[in-house]
């Protein structure tokens, strides 16, 4: 009874302004009665499947194949930006596609809460650290929930909790136990306004901090460092791993911060404090032939600033045992990023330097030693001895702030440096103190030696880089709550690496080189599966806003105080002033004025139209201008799906009672095949950009063109037609992922539909749920796209069956195009060199043949070739958007 009333009223109530009360009547009357598609009813769907959207969490009994999509997790800032957004649309869109292919997903969300920004913010608000950290916790995994982000938060984790930081500590000391976290006194970078060091990748090019923006200064500090130069070599070799899938220029970037590893670095020790001097060398034989160690004036090892000469102390040669003088000059060839340098009495210059600062000049090449006994010995001394470039240096983790996990190491005047043992882990925070450091804070320092019990011991005051908590939190995403270990060994194997990783280009080298290092280092140690912790990466593009600038001053002023002149070629000006405006597109941010609060836009919009807004138009991997102009695209889109269902739905109720034949007509046969064609064209087209390429805004687009091709059927086709009834639910299934609850609506009443026309296909499973569906799949009998290339040119198409195509070999497929007389007429006489293949199976498959060295007339010809064969396939995709047969279609 109060179904019908609503229904009735409902003209009156919209006229009502309180969008609380229309949401509650849209969410309880039938929405699809309503053919015009709102904001207030979208966002009354939304409140309607609000947590209904399916079971995201990972079960790890299932036997259902695993996947792993991780997004970088935040920094707990408090609030959400676009930025934040973007990610987890891109992550949570992935998700939920492989979810509805039948895989069983994890897809988790923590916290990285250590650093310099919460501790800040504390001491401003004379709170405690941990305090302002959970809050903003608490806030924004409230703004995460109201996007419907598919996370598994049982499986959530900030860093900053003692159960997380006491494993990360327990991963210091086995770095600790095998040689690979050491202590010494280091010249550092030293940032003077947040008091603290930083490693030198995080100092510009021009001297500045990376987070502070201050001059950086240098200090001698006694710091902590890991071995990273130990892994140089595996590394870099590790990046031509073939299952690096789409890590594109991030490859790159990470090899030129390694360096090719075309020397050693060995550790001499030293007669002054005890300490040792790293000495890089192209041949680990140069040390039979070492005479001198040079080293620049700014080394530390020359604490009194000696301008030139040698130096009272010397190192020790491991190999020879033979004591090298050390000698301060700039007069000879240092190797790029160092300030030491092996003389040796096989180089001229070197003897002439040694003769003039009066060094003995000895043929030291006395044993007959080989370079791998070399390297071997100095691996047995703990003396270095791996690869690596000249320019790498081992990670500075030491900060000297509190907020940050405290390295377990106990100073006792008699045994050194001693471990903190396991039962004592985690050593926690004074969390009742604000903004103390360690330093001083002697109840927390002090303390007793575990090893000989005195008394007058001493907690390690220097806290970890926050890049030591990151490199490794995926890792206990696949077993966050374990107790014994830092994650499950077992799960680690069937879950690692992670199968897609999305993230930021800005983490491109720093997270990704110190994660790559601490999961080779774990699967050194037999405790990780494969030495790579990500398959494959996503590295989207930031989410832009439009920013005012003067043109005189530069200041950035609001977009309320902007008039546009000419929007087509960027003119605008300061209305109060009437001064000239530069117009940009830049990263938001508060101080540029340009910022967009999301949550404006999820009140406004809802939360899948948000989604959907950043993942159209643009590229995931491309920046996205957030710009109005380009929301109609996707508004009109819902709608005209909407109307779509609310006509199916008309359609349906017309035919009454009774259950009629299809037409047999020409019309209905055609309409109903051109609906098959457009289903299996679109659904491979929009498979293929989600499963192989990410390129997910092409992949909407694939949707759109399927929802044009269903806008173009009539009534008739709508009642009676078994491929209409086919493409609808494909085209609801593939919009969830990505518009969840929008899609949840337009299955209900899809399911509830009468007259059902492939009530007996196991393709549409009509008791269940949207989120127990599967991603449609291409009829066998469809014919998909095998292209042909000739050294990069494409050169013919040829069709093949899915359920051939799905089973072609390479073979095959070479057979097949040297029966092609496109493919043969660019082949001509040349020989071929070798041949690629790439099936994607569903979707399409590539061949591409490489020819044996071509002259300058051969190049032109198979360039010319390509030309034409790209210009007729222009003019061929000019002439008609919809899919269309092609002629041959081969049955193998």
């Given at each position: 009874?109060?179904?019908?009333?609503?229904?009735?009223?409902?003209?009156?109530?919209?006229?009502?302004?309180?969008?609380?009360?229309?949401?509650?009547?849209?969410?309880?009357?039938?929405?699809?009665?309503?053919?015009?598609?709102?904001?207030?009813?979208?966002?009354?769907?939304?409140?309607?499947?609000?947590?209904?959207?399916?079971?995201?969490?990972?079960?790890?009994?299932?036997?259902?194949?695993?996947?792993?999509?991780l997004a970088m997790f935040p920094y707990p800032s408090g609030n959400l930006h676009m930025g934040h957004v973007r990610v987890y649309t891109i992550s949570d869109a992935m998700a939920r596609f492989y979810r509805f292919n039948g895989a069983n997903v994890l897809h988790p969300?923590?916290?990285?809460?250590?650093?310099?920004?919460?501790?800040?913010?504390?001491?401003?608000?004379?709170?405690?650290?941990?305090?302002?950290?959970?809050?903003?916790?608490?806030?924004?995994?409230?703004?995460?929930?109201?996007?419907?982000?598919?996370?598994?938060?049982?499986?959530?984790?900030?860093?900053?909790?003692?159960?997380?930081?006491?494993?990360?500590?327990?991963?210091?000391?086995?770095?600790?136990?095998?040689?690979?976290?050491?202590?010494?006194?280091?010249?550092?970078?030293?940032?003077?306004?947040?008091?603290?060091?930083?490693?030198?990748?995080?100092?510009?090019?021009?001297?500045?901090?990376?987070?502070?923006?201050?001059?950086?200064?240098?200090?001698?500090?006694?710091?902590?460092?890991?071995?990273?130069?130990?892994?140089?070599?595996?590394?870099?070799?590790?990046?031509?791993?073939?299952?690096?899938?789409?890590?594109?220029?991030?490859?790159?970037?990470?090899?030129?911060?390694?360096?090719?590893?075309?020397?050693?670095?060995?550790?001499?020790?030293?007669?002054?404090?005890?300490?040792?001097?790293?000495?890089?060398?192209?041949?680990?034989?140069?040390?039979?032939?070492?005479?001198?160690?040079?080293?620049?004036?700014?080394?530390?090892?020359?604490?009194?600033?000696?301008?030139?000469?040698?130096?009272?102390?010397?190192?020790?040669?491991?190999?020879?045992?033979?004591?090298?003088?050390?000698?301060?000059?700039?007069?000879?060839?240092?190797?790029?990023?160092?300030?030491?340098?092996?003389?040796?009495?096989?180089?001229?210059?070197?003897?002439?330097?040694?003769?003039?600062?009066?060094?003995?000049?000895?043929?030291?090449?006395?044993?007959?030693?080989?370079?791998?006994?070399?390297?071997?010995?100095?691996?047995?001394?703990?003396?270095?001895?791996?690869?690596?470039?000249?320019?790498?240096?081992?990670?500075?983790?030491?900060?000297?702030?509190?907020?940050?996990?405290p390295i377990p190491i106990i100073h006792c005047n008699n045994c050194g440096p001693v471990p903190v043992p396991d039962s004592e882990l985690p050593v926690a925070l004074p969390l009742e103190s604000v903004g103390m450091p360690l330093s001083k804070n002697d109840p927390w320092?002090?303390?007793?030696?575990?090893?000989?019990?005195?008394?007058?011991?001493?907690?390690?005051?220097?806290?970890?880089?926050?890049?030591?908590?990151?490199?490794?939190?995926?890792?206990?995403?696949?077993?966050?709550?374990?107790?014994?270990?830092?994650?499950?060994?077992?799960?680690?194997?069937?879950?690692?690496?992670?199968?897609?990783?999305?993230?930021?280009?800005?983490?491109?080298?720093?997270?990704?080189?110190?994660?790559?290092?601490?999961?080779?280092?774990?699967?050194?140690?037999?405790?990780?599966?494969?030495?790579?912790?990500?398959?494959?990466?996503?590295?989207?593009?930031?989410?832009?806003?439009?920013?005012?600038?003067?043109?005189?001053?530069?200041?950035?002023?609001?977009?309320?105080?902007?008039?546009?002149?000419?929007?087509?070629?960027?003119?605008?000006?300061?209305?109060?002033?009437?001064?000239?405006?530069?117009?940009?597109?830049?990263?938001?941010?508060?101080?540029?004025?340009?910022?967009?609060?999301?949550?404006?836009?999820?009140?406004?919009?809802?939360?899948?139209?948000?989604?959907?807004?950043?993942?159209?138009?643009?590229?995931?991997?491309?920046?996205?201008?957030?710009?109005?102009?380009?929301?109609?695209?996707?508004?009109?889109?819902?709608?005209?799906?909407?109307?779509?269902?609310?006509?199916?739905?008309?359609?349906?109720?017309?035919?009454?009672?009774?259950?009629?034949?299809?037409?047999?007509?020409?019309?209905?046969?055609?309409?109903?095949?051109?609906?098959?064609?457009?289903?299996?064209?679109?659904?491979?087209?929009?498979?293929?950009?989600?499963?192989?390429?990410?390129?997910?805004?092409?992949?909407?687009?694939?949707?759109?063109?399927?929802?044009?091709?269903?806008?173009?059927?009539?009534?008739?086709?709508?009642?009676?037609?078994?491929?209409?009834?086919?493409?609808?639910?494909?085209?609801?299934?593939?919009?969830?992922?990505?518009?969840?609850?929008?899609?949840?609506?337009?299955?209900?009443?899809?399911?509830?539909?009468?007259?059902?026309?492939?009530?007996?296909?196991?393709?549409?499973?009509?008791?269940?749920?949207?989120?127990?569906?599967?991603?449609?799949?291409?009829?066998?009998?469809y014919a998909l796209d095998l292209t042909f290339k000739v050294n990069g040119y494409e050169s013919c198409i040829l069709k093949i069956p899915t359920k051939d195509l799905n089973q072609l070999t390479h073979q095959q497929s070479l057979d097949m195009a040297l029966e092609q007389?496109?493919?043969?007429?660019?082949?001509?006489?040349?020989?071929?060199?070798?041949?690629?293949?790439?099936?994607?199976?569903?979707?399409?498959?590539?061949?591409?043949?490489?020819?044996?060295?071509?002259?300058?007339?051969?190049?032109?010809?198979?360039?010319?070739?390509?030309?034409?064969?790209?210009?007729?396939?222009?003019?061929?995709?000019?002439?008609?958007?919809?899919?269309?047969?092609?002629?041959?279609?081969?049955?193998?």
């Open positions: 009874m109060m179904l019908m009333m609503l229904n009735s009223a409902g003209r009156e109530l919209l006229k009502r302004k309180s969008t609380t009360w229309i949401r509650q009547c849209y969410s309880s009357a039938d929405l699809l009665s309503t053919k015009e598609l709102t904001s207030d009813m979208k966002l009354a769907i939304e409140k309607k499947w609000h947590n209904n959207l399916g079971d995201y969490r990972f079960d790890p009994a299932s036997s259902k194949p695993k996947r792993y999509v969300m923590g916290w990285d809460a250590f650093g310099l920004p919460a501790e800040n913010a504390a001491m401003q608000r004379k709170i405690p650290a941990d305090r302002w950290t959970r809050q903003n916790i608490d806030q924004m995994r409230q703004q995460l929930e109201k996007l419907q982000f598919s996370f598994d938060w049982d499986r959530e984790f900030a860093t900053c909790d003692p159960k997380y930081y006491r494993w990360t500590q327990k991963l210091f000391l086995m770095l600790f136990e095998d040689g690979l976290a050491y202590q010494k006194e280091a010249q550092v970078n030293w940032d003077p306004v947040d008091m603290t060091v930083l490693a030198d990748e995080q100092v510009d090019n021009n001297g500045y901090s990376w987070r502070s923006g201050a001059k950086v200064e240098k200090r001698v500090l006694r710091q902590w460092f890991i071995k990273t130069t130990q892994f140089a070599k595996p590394l870099y070799e590790g990046l031509s791993d073939p299952i690096l899938e789409d890590w594109k220029d991030i490859i790159n970037l990470q090899k030129h911060w390694i360096g090719e590893c075309s020397g050693y670095l060995f550790d001499l020790k030293s007669s002054n404090k005890n300490e040792t001097l790293p000495i890089w060398t192209e041949n680990p034989e140069n040390l039979k032939h070492a005479i001198f160690v040079a080293v620049k004036p700014s080394n530390l090892i020359n604490s009194d600033k000696k301008p030139e000469g040698p130096l009272e102390s010397y190192v020790e040669n491991f190999l020879t045992g033979d004591r090298l003088p050390i000698i301060i000059t700039e007069k000879v060839d240092y190797p790029e990023g160092c300030d030491s340098y092996l003389g040796l009495c096989s180089n001229e210059a070197d003897v002439e330097i040694a003769k003039r600062f009066n060094c003995p000049v000895n043929n030291y090449n006395r044993k007959n030693v080989q370079k791998e006994e070399i390297v071997k010995l100095a691996h047995e001394s703990n003396r270095g001895g791996y690869p690596v470039s000249s320019k790498l240096r081992d990670w500075l983790i030491s900060r000297q702030r509190f907020w940050g996990t320092r002090n303390t007793t030696c575990p090893k000989c019990n005195s008394t007058d011991a001493q907690r390690e005051t220097d806290t970890m880089d926050t890049f030591v908590d990151s490199s490794w939190y995926f890792l206990r995403f696949v077993d966050p709550k374990n107790t014994k270990d830092l994650f499950d060994h077992e799960l680690s194997r069937s879950l690692m690496p992670v199968d897609l990783y999305v993230g930021g280009k800005e983490h491109a080298v720093l997270h990704m080189y110190y994660a790559r290092f601490m999961n080779y280092y774990l699967y050194s140690k037999g405790l990780v599966p494969h030495p790579e912790p990500f398959k494959r990466l996503l590295v989207q593009g930031m989410v832009m806003g439009r920013s005012f600038r003067l043109k005189g001053s530069g200041k950035y002023i609001p977009a309320s105080e902007v008039r546009m002149v000419d929007e087509k070629k960027n003119k605008a000006i300061h209305v109060p002033t009437g001064d000239a405006v530069v117009c940009l597109w830049e990263k938001m941010s508060k101080s540029k004025l340009n910022g967009v609060d999301p949550l404006d836009v999820l009140r406004e919009h809802g939360c899948d139209t948000l989604r959907l807004i950043l993942l159209a138009d643009v590229a995931p991997t491309s920046h996205r201008n957030w710009s109005e102009a380009t929301f109609p695209g996707v508004l009109n889109w819902l709608r005209r799906i909407w109307m779509t269902m609310h006509d199916l739905r008309s359609a349906r109720e017309a035919i009454g009672p009774e259950t009629k034949a299809a037409p047999d007509t020409e019309e209905f046969r055609q309409q109903d095949s051109k609906l098959w064609d457009a289903r299996n064209y679109f659904s491979a087209g929009a498979t293929f950009n989600f499963k192989f390429s990410h390129q997910l805004s092409v992949g909407i687009s694939k949707m759109q063109g399927l929802t044009n091709a269903i806008r173009r059927s009539d009534s008739t086709v709508m009642a009676y037609s078994p491929q209409y009834e086919r493409s609808i639910a494909a085209q609801i299934i593939m919009l969830a992922p990505m518009a969840p609850h929008f899609a949840s609506e337009l299955w209900q009443h899809f399911v509830a539909l009468p007259h059902r026309l492939n009530k007996n296909s196991d393709e549409i499973q009509w008791d269940r749920g949207l989120f127990d569906q599967n991603w449609p799949v291409i009829d066998e009998d007389n496109a493919v043969t007429s660019y082949i001509g006489r040349r020989k071929i060199r070798s041949s690629d293949f790439v099936l994607y199976p569903g979707c399409e498959a590539i061949l591409s043949i490489t020819l044996e060295q071509l002259s300058k007339e051969d190049k032109l010809e198979l360039e010319q070739l390509g030309k034409l064969h790209e210009k007729a396939k222009s003019k061929d995709k000019s002439k008609s958007k919809k899919p269309k047969k092609q002629k041959q279609i081969v049955e193998l």
